[in-house]
């Protein structure tokens, strides 16, 4: 993923405003933030939006690798538009890819991969990803998502 | 201020998202994270909102002391409607008091106040309310604050 | 709790080193870090060193009510002496006062208190603080805490 | 970098004491964290260590790309070693590269790089990365650390 990448390559978007604490010294967000804001995009469509149980239950996602590109600051007060799209499904893990946008801006402010293992919730061992996420998380990849990642 | 405070005891309200990462080991929003919401309320309503700046200017805000009341476990993913009010405003500080509330819930989760003490951003020593800031300020103050502080 | 507390006035210390980002947009330690602080000091005491389970065991501790006073503004990279006494052990609840101290500085930069009420991890009612609890907590009673609380 | 990283391939340590706060649902060190505790190792190596001005001067150092791999959970109480190398150093850019060990535990947890930008502060465009941090950067550049990136 790069500068290139629109708004029409994610499949679903939240908003998520910016809090006054997300920026840094430097007066803009800061870059460990941007993976809770992508985290927070993850969870909330996989759990409030489609009531998969990724919490207590005998399912949980760990992150086994994850990057951020930063193409152009965001900052509080900013009101992110977050998108996201599902590159890969595997039998025991996800890759889903995002973007950030400023509201109001098509230009991609940030982009970002998040590789996630199912696991066990007691063994903590990977474990298949089950039929009723495999079917959420086929309903937001593209065509063109293998392509770019 | 106590459980018996209302939506109509304060004057501005905002709606501010929980994200996933606010939640801490118990599952609910952890105590610390309160206190970003309630500069975040603060905050807003003095710079976005009004105009003020807060940031890089001349003028900044110092907290001096703050305090909270945890009534009912807010956690994600729920959206807060966090309300202000300003209960007294001095030479060089000000009072705020906050209430979040569940969103569709009318019993408060949580209140809290926030002491803030006006500085000169070079000698950081205390400064007398801008006008500005103060006619701001005087524009949230309800005539029962005082005496539910 | 004030500007005058001591060192001496506390029971039991630890070093909590300072992060970069615990600094905010002003270049100090934000207002909410501090209570992240505190919450580390107190988990510290009763977990790794007492051996005391506050995770997932029978007995969690949620706050009802916590305050702070800022005197002296702490910074990364400042590392810090957290000082912690107990002021008050109820049927179901307990007073916690604790101060930071930046290293090789006795003047305390900052004062709080938390109420802790002990629940139980199913119901979530309150329930009493257990023996084992209640033994190491007496162990940091200071004669004078009370007074000063 | 992978799994096969030793101690002895970073060049500089230090120590990070886990929070209570770190941990995540979960009950691991949440991934957003790993970020600020590299961004911790990186700020602390070159001011408070070095003395190089990353605050408020002339010079800061924004991150225009960055990527962590999960080995094996860290979580509060941990103490973490965190090691430091350089492993290129460009014109206005530099790569650093970092592993996480529990510790007394000789196998990595967690590896990460981040790509910094040297911007000007006033205009915020890249700039030469200034001789005094090329030397600082140069000194924890290992021979093997191009090879492994």
């Given at each position: 993923?790069?500068?290139?990448?629109k708004r029409d390559d994610f499949a679903w978007?939240?908003?998520?405003?910016?809090?006054w604490?997300?920026?840094?010294?430097y007066g803009h967000m800061n870059n460990a933030r941007y993976y809770s804001i992508y985290e927070n995009l993850i969870m909330t469509f996989l759990?409030?939006?489609n009531g998969l149980d990724t919490g207590t239950g005998a399912i949980r996602c760990f992150t086994a690798e994850n990057g951020c590109r930063y193409y152009d600051a965001l900052k509080y007060p900013d009101v992110i538009d977050a998108g996201l799209?599902?590159?890969r499904i595997g039998n025991s893990s996800v890759r889903y890819e995002m973007g950030l946008f400023a509201e109001?801006?098509?230009?991609?402010?940030?982009?970002a991969f998040v590789v996630d293992v199912f696991v066990d919730a007691d063994s903590e061992r990977p474990t298949r990803v089950p039929d009723n996420f495999r079917q959420v998380l086929e309903g937001v990849m593209l065509p063109q998502s293998e392509s770019n990642s």
């Open positions: 993923m790069d500068e290139t990448i978007f939240m908003k998520i405003p910016t809090r604490i997300d920026n840094d010294m759990g409030p939006v799209r599902v590159a109001g801006n098509d230009n991609i402010a940030s982009s």
